[in-house]
């Protein structure tokens, strides 16, 4: 029997793009029209906000945990988040969980060490892209990383919170982001870490100017993993 998955989800378009991952890929090894149980639940995105904006990381981890609990009693075996920004808050997460989590950062990582990258542009809202999480988990993979300047982490936060999470998605938005990732090329990065789980469904890795690392489709096939894992 594979495992239940949980996902705490925050904002709608990154959750149902993991959703629809784990549901699409698992055919393959489960046989047609089949995947694990997955239990969903969410907070309003608007709730997060209130706290991500303070920086009280403890109260973006009790939404969280009451996310958790909800799925713990619908029997999911362990959890995933497909939302990197509120990863901050793991480290008051992890010791109160019901059920054991995979963590997003530390899945990108195990990526790029595996596929040999050594430096990587780190994309996403302004509180993920100046936080901890991926260099702390970069560290530990011995890989390093790059974020953009203070005027770029504004003009790709205010894309994010104006435009992907509504689902609105522009071409000039998306030439953006490959004029972001040219720009750190040459400053010497080897892959860009699409770090907010809604940046996917705007850039097309086929014509990006760096290879992509594509947070929301790696954690939903990291869950898919485990929850077949003997």
Not at 72 to 94: L, R, S, W, Y
Not at 160 to 179: C, G, K, P, W
Not at 211 to 217: I, N, Q, V
Request: one cysteine or more; aromatic letters at 6%; proline letters at 6%.
């Amino acid at each position: 029997m594979a495992k239940h998955i949980g996902i705490v989800a925050c904002s709608a378009e990154g959750a149902a793009l993991c959703y629809r991952t784990i549901c699409a890929e698992a055919p393959e090894r489960m046989g047609e029209h089949r995947h694990p149980e997955i239990t969903m639940h969410t907070h309003p995105l608007a709730d997060y906000m209130v706290h991500i904006r303070k920086g009280d990381w403890k109260k973006v981890a009790d939404l969280m945990l009451s996310s958790t609990g909800k799925l713990a009693h619908a029997g999911a075996d362990f959890a995933v988040c497909p939302d990197n920004t509120i990863h901050q808050a793991m480290e008051f997460v992890k010791p109160r969980s019901p059920i054991p989590w995979l963590h997003i950062a530390e899945v990108v990582a195990h990526e790029a060490r595996s596929r040999g990258f050594r430096r990587l542009a780190v994309l996403g809202t302004k509180y993920l892209m100046t936080g901890p999480v991926y260099p702390e988990a970069l560290e530990r993979f011995g890989v390093s990383c790059e974020i953009p300047d203070g005027r770029v982490r504004d003009r790709i936060d205010g894309i994010i919170f104006t435009e992907l999470v509504n689902a609105v998605f522009r071409e000039d938005s998306r030439l953006y982001f490959n004029q972001v990732m040219e720009d750190m090329k040459k400053t010497g990065c080897d892959a860009a870490v699409l770090g907010c789980t809604e940046i996917p469904l705007i850039v097309n890795p086929n014509d990006a100017p760096l290879p992509t690392l594509d947070s929301t489709r790696l954690l939903a096939r990291a869950a898919l993993r485990k929850a077949l894992e003997e």
